[in-house]
């Protein structure tokens, strides 16, 4: 059986996601769609708009036939590391070919890759983030301009594609739709980041959500939706009674900023007062959505330098566990969890799983989904 992968957040899954499917198909001719996909907390530091569980289903409905959890701590650090572990589970699933939106899919993201490990150990300036100075060194010893989220984490696999010697076939496939920033919802192809913003915001009327969405994503989210501004009275209760070096423990919290975190908590008025608070050129927003979130799951540097990588299954259709089963690839995942796993390699997971249910009242189950 050919088999396809694609990393992704569904966050929510909207028409976009229905097209690279269904392309990362055609164009692969594969039998089997893989998809490795974040749990409850995502790349960019938040929680997901509405459960794993629900996301999962979503992707079996709309032609994904495995969906593969990758662990919180890979998908809470930075593009680096979330790129890893998905290179990493698509080595382990024995994938041909991985495919991922690309705004400029005619890149060499091979030799972009091997530019961002030659650049990687630069020193950095104190007044930008890292991945800014990092991609505009690229940008001059290549001419390219490298801007787009897509296209920086696609850079981010072929990277790790090089670095870990895998043996399938990168498909960058052309986004379509909106810019991945975008705010607006219209048309038939919309950003995630505008269908989150409109559903939370109730910016758009539900005509306009229901033609960017499937219908079975649609009825979802109208019945139910976690932000990350929910979480803020536990975020600040957990800075109230951490001190400054309990908090510099924490993973993505360096530099002093601590201290900042500790000034500035008692006069934020929300979650998002807070983050324009901290924001600088060196910290980014989703910089400080990340740390935000090592806060509220008391994530450590050293649970981050002692990541496991055993990815758990939440999902499959017949097809999928056809595949399992003619590749005996089941061993490999954690279809039911034991205790070990819980005291081990899905810890910080568990742990991320059960802050999420705190605000988000949805039934989750205890063992994938089949469909």
Same mark, same amino acid.
């Given at each position: ?118 650049? @990687?150990?630069?020193?950095?300036? &104190?007044? /930008? *983030?890292?991945?800014?100075? !990092? $991609?505009?060194?690229? +940008? ?21 594609w090089d670095e870990l010697h895998s043996q399938f076939k990168l498909v960058p496939i052309q986004r379509i739709g909106n810019d991945f920033h975008s705010t607006e919802v219209k048309g038939r192809v919309a950003s995630a980041t505008a269908i989150r913003k409109s559903v939370l915001e109730n910016q758009s009327n539900s005509h306009d959500i229901k033609q960017v969405v499937p219908s079975d994503v649609f009825r979802t989210l109208n019945n139910s939706q976690t932000s990350f501004e929910q979480y803020?009275?536990?975020? @600040?209760?957990?800075?109230?009674? &951490?001190? /400054? *070096?309990?908090?510099?423990? !924490? $993973?993505?919290?360096? +530099? ?104 988000? *009242? ?10």
């Amino acid at each position: 059986m050919t088999t396809c992968g694609i990393i992704a957040e569904f966050n929510p899954f909207h028409n976009g996601h229905a097209y690279l499917i269904e392309q990362a198909r055609r164009l692969t001719k594969a039998d089997t769609i893989i998809v490795f996909m974040s749990g409850n907390f995502l790349q960019r530091g938040e929680p997901s708009i509405v459960n794993k569980w629900t996301r999962t289903k979503w992707a079996l409905e709309n032609g994904v036939d495995l969906v593969i959890e990758i662990p919180t701590e890979f998908v809470i650090s930075s593009a680096n590391d979330f790129a890893k572990a998905g290179i990493m589970m698509a080595n382990l699933m024995q994938i041909d070919y991985l495919a991922f939106g690309s705004e400029h899919p005619q890149f060499d993201f091979v030799e972009l890759g091997r530019y961002l490990k030659e650049n @990687r150990d630069l020193p950095v300036r &104190s007044n /930008e *983030s890292y991945a800014t100075q !990092l $991609f505009r060194n690229i +940008e001059d010893q290549t001419g390219q301009k490298i801007s787009d989220a897509n296209d920086i984490l696609g850079i981010n696999y072929a990277h790790w594609w090089d670095e870990l010697h895998s043996q399938f076939k990168l498909v960058p496939i052309q986004r379509i739709g909106n810019d991945f920033h975008s705010t607006e919802v219209k048309g038939r192809v919309a950003s995630a980041t505008a269908i989150r913003k409109s559903v939370l915001e109730n910016q758009s009327n539900s005509h306009d959500i229901k033609q960017v969405v499937p219908s079975d994503v649609f009825r979802t989210l109208n019945n139910s939706q976690t932000s990350f501004e929910q979480y803020w009275p536990l975020i @600040r209760y957990r800075v109230l009674v &951490s001190s /400054e *070096s309990e908090l510099a423990s !924490l $993973f993505n919290i360096d +530099e002093g900023i601590e201290f900042r975190i500790k000034k500035v908590i008692k006069s934020s008025h929300g979650l998002t007062d807070f983050i324009e608070q901290l924001k600088s050129k060196r910290y980014t927003y989703t910089k400080l959505q990340r740390i935000c979130t090592s806060i509220l799951l008391n994530f450590t540097k050293a649970e981050h330098d002692n990541m496991k990588l055993k990815p758990r299954l939440l999902g499959s259709s017949v097809l999928g566990r056809k595949y399992l089963k003619e590749t005996g690839l089941s061993e490999k995942l954690a279809v039911r969890l034991s205790n070990d796993d819980y005291r081990s390699n899905y810890l910080v997971t568990q742990r991320a799983d059960d802050v999420y249910q705190l605000k988000n *009242s949805d039934s989750v189950p205890n063992k994938p989904i089949f469909i």
